[in-house]
């Protein structure tokens, strides 16, 4: 069914939850809002980004330059970042099966390739795409389809949040959530992604179903 698998990064891939609450929060000064304590973390998993900026008194016209300043923060956090445990597992039989493999993320192809090298992961991965803004996936993914030729049925994307269901469709592609990334499974729930993921098995498991069933 699926040929092409393409991942997500932050929160997917690397467990990098509290890494960029910590980055947030040393920008808060510099952008006039308020700080996410610890508190607050889980309340703010069950909102979606727009009204989690709204809850730290940030404004939607700030969020590019925050964003940016957050991705040039990242450089350094990356090194000390932990890949999801069982994911690597889950892209060596991905590989192994003959699926192409990519990430799309709105972090930048520098830091996700730094860390794919920390992790000596980079040779799963046939390429590497990257959205200008948080909301752009969509575009990133209808670029993915146009430039290598692929028909959008082929391709399953794999994210931990609300806004990458929305993206998928938008994008006509199918979608499968984690729920071990940002976002509670009762928000994700709201995307209503064609499959919800609980464990790095669960997604190998589908993965590898759905690539017998398309060669059969």
Not at 65 to 90: H, S
Not at 130 to 157: M, P
């Amino acid at each position: 069914m699926y040929k092409v698998m393409v991942v997500d990064f932050n929160g997917t891939l690397a467990e990098s939850k509290y890494a960029v609450i910590q980055l947030m929060n040393g920008l808060a000064d510099k952008y006039g809002y308020q700080k996410i304590r610890d508190e607050d973390v889980e309340r703010m998993a069950s909102m979606p980004i727009r009204e989690r900026l709204k809850f730290m008194k940030c404004p939607m016209y700030k969020l590019p330059w925050l964003m940016r300043d957050v991705k040039q923060g990242y450089k350094e956090a990356a090194i000390t970042l932990n890949l999801v445990p069982g994911t690597a597992q889950v892209l060596a039989a991905a590989k192994e099966s003959g699926l192409t493999l990519g990430v799309l993320s709105s972090n930048s192809e520098e830091n996700i390739r730094g860390f794919f090298d920390n992790h000596h992961i980079h040779e799963y991965f046939d390429f590497v795409y990257t959205a200008k803004s948080i909301f752009g996936k969509d575009k990133a993914l209808k670029r993915l389809i146009r430039q290598h030729g692929y028909a959008a049925h082929e391709i399953l994307y794999v994210g931990d949040e609300l806004r990458d269901a929305v993206a998928c469709q938008k994008a006509g592609v199918d979608c499968a959530l984690v729920t071990w990334g940002y976002d509670t499974e009762e928000l994700l729930r709201q995307g209503q992604p064609r499959y919800m993921v609980r464990t790095p098995q669960e997604l190998q498991d589908l993965m590898l179903m759905k690539k017998t069933s398309s060669d059969a």
